[in-house]
């Protein structure tokens, strides 16, 4: 990616571990602030949110006519790098493929819809949108950020220039749908035609079966509005073909009565009581036996067979039928067709291209909770309304809906002079070799640094540790240097730091020699390592991890290498 700032995982910078002060000072009382609150922060960091999701840029909490928001403010690729919607594992031109159709349906909702503070939701109902942790530290991440920078700027165009409506789904089954046959509100539409779709056959919902004993059916119709007057059920079919979403089920009951309904309000009904009747039942497993369907019924697309102890469901498809099929790009890129051809046969001819009027920018918007938790890797420039709150925060802030705004409360400590405790020996871990372990008190929201000075006064090492809240602290020297490699023996100077945004640092040393020598503390533990030890393969990684265990927040982040 252009700007190194998502990566796959997080780079190991030293094992940091937070416990909770006794000094630690006060945080000062809340104070209403107006609508909406922004947090923002740099290009590399990410701001976590509840001690879970984590998000790149800015996070807003607004007061919208719905409730309160959270809206993820950021530029267009990193919002489609934030899209989960195709495993990343894919082929890669049909992870591009899914790129250029992201980029351009999120667009067009944007263009179109009249969202409250924001352009576009983050459910089904738009995009599923999972934020940084789609591609920070997710298997594979890194194949489907690549992907969308590869088509950086690209989209699908109508005839005016502005984007089409590139609707996607997971299986045709073999042959995509209209938008006019599953959707008839919104009419036909040039860029989605129906297709024959052959390279859908590598998807494991390509065809599928779901059983029903006559009980389980009749307990199933009988929850229903309309069904419940045909059960018990003395025949059940399919009137009109399968591959037709306005085809109907017609289920007849034992006292002669008949009930039909579309096959699509069939299917999504039966999907959602099945499953709350009989939950170790529905749904199914599919027809590989490795894993289950997605629901009960995946599509509109089934026949009926209807026997004296079964009542079966021969379907095919998963999902709507409209526009690209996820399957059916992934059996297209797997038999040679690039991402330009894949769009082309969903999207009827169209093919990606770049466009001066694709915005830059794009705001998700989510429900917010009654309390919402943040907290960034890095420092954090916190508004309110037209006001700056703190131009670099630290630390873990918590929002309260007040009213029309909003009631914040700053992290322990926040405020206070910086006061950080002379480095102590603590005890290296049995489990390392050449390790060595200290420790040190904050009495506020810091950024930590390990740093490590030779008997010249030259520093050897200074690793930034992350974000540490008030609180007690520790950290491993692997007896390395900045470039992984073992120290010479000799005088070493080590100390945690804890330095402000603005620049102010405090901090002690504690002084130790290399080979570390043995102690008379029956509190301290140290190593003389073997000579052939040190020399060895095993110090081809550098400074052991960084690892920050919240001691306030109960959280855990991983600070990324810059």
């Not at 503390?521 to 190593?527: E, G, I, L, R, Y």
Request: glycine share 10%; hydrophobic share 40%; charged share 25%.
């Amino acid at each position: 990616m252009p700007d190194g700032r998502l990566v796959g995982s997080a780079v190991l910078v030293g094992l940091l571990t937070l416990l909770t002060s006794a000094d630690a000072v006060p945080a000062r009382a809340q104070s209403t602030l107006a609508d909406p609150v922004r947090f923002e922060v740099a290009e590399e960091d990410l701001i976590e949110v509840n001690g879970d999701a984590r998000y790149l840029d800015t996070v807003e909490l607004r007061h919208a006519a719905s409730g309160p928001v959270l809206v993820n403010e950021l530029s267009m690729d990193d919002y489609v790098a934030g899209i989960a919607e195709m495993p990343a594992r894919w082929p890669e031109e049909a992870l591009k493929a899914q790129a250029v159709a992201a980029r351009t349906y999120g667009w067009y909702v944007a263009r179109t819809s009249s969202y409250d503070g924001y352009d576009i939701c983050a459910t089904v109902s738009c995009q599923v949108f999972g934020g940084a942790d789609t591609v920070v530290d997710a298997p594979m991440g890194q194949r489907w950020r690549a992907a969308v920078d590869a088509t950086s700027g690209e989209v699908l165009l109508d005839a005016d220039g502005g984007p089409i409506l590139a609707r996607y789904f997971s299986t045709s089954g073999g042959r995509t749908y209209a938008n006019e046959e599953a959707f008839p509100s919104s009419g036909p539409r040039d860029e989605l035609v129906a297709i024959e779709d052959p390279f859908d056959e590598v998807s494991p919902f390509h065809r599928w079966t779901v059983t029903f004993t006559r009980e389980e059916f009749d307990t199933i119709l009988s929850r229903g509005d309309t069904l419940a007057a045909a059960s018990p059920a003395a025949d059940a079919r399919r009137e009109g073909p399968t591959d037709d979403p306005s085809s109907r089920v017609v289920v007849t009951g034992v006292d002669g009565s008949e009930v039909d309904v579309d096959a699509r309000d069939f299917q999504r009904f039966v999907s959602a009581v099945a499953p709350q009747r009989f939950p170790d039942r529905f749904p199914q497993l599919r027809d590989d036996g490795l894993s289950r369907l997605p629901s009960t019924v995946p599509s509109s697309r089934f026949a009926v067979r209807f026997g004296d102890d079964e009542v079966v469901l021969d379907g095919q498809g998963w999902g709507h039928g409209v526009g690209l099929g996820q399957y059916g790009a992934r059996g297209r890129a797997e038999d040679g067709h690039d991402y330009r051809q894949i769009l082309s046969a969903y999207y009827n001819g169209r093919t990606p291209t770049v466009s001066d009027d694709l915005p830059d920018r794009m705001r998700v918007g989510m429900s917010a909770s009654v309390e919402t938790r943040l907290r960034g890797d890095g420092p954090m420039r916190i508004t309110a309304g037209d006001t700056v709150v703190e131009e670099a925060a630290l630390g873990t802030w918590t929002v309260r809906g007040d009213g029309d705004g909003w009631a914040i409360e700053p992290p322990e400590g926040h405020g206070a002079d910086l006061e950080v405790s002379p480095t102590r020996l603590a005890t290296n871990l049995g489990s390392f070799d050449d390790a060595v372990t200290v420790d040190v008190d904050v009495n506020k929201p810091v950024l930590l640094y390990l740093e490590v000075t030779d008997g010249a006064g030259e520093v050897v090492l200074r690793r930034e540790l992350g974000v540490a809240e008030a609180g007690s602290h520790a950290a491993i020297w692997r007896l390395e240097d900045g470039d992984g490699s073992l120290v010479e023996h000799g005088p070493y100077q080590v100390a945690l730091i804890g330095e402000e945004p603005a620049g102010d640092r405090d901090g002690t040393a504690i002084d130790m020699t290399v080979p570390l020598e043995p102690t008379d503390d029956p509190d301290v533990t140290t190593t003389t390592p073997a000579p052939d030890e040190r020399d060895g393969p095993s110090r081809g990684l550098a400074i052991v991890v960084a690892i920050v265990t919240l001691a306030l927040a109960g959280v855990l982040v991983i600070r990324r290498s810059r």
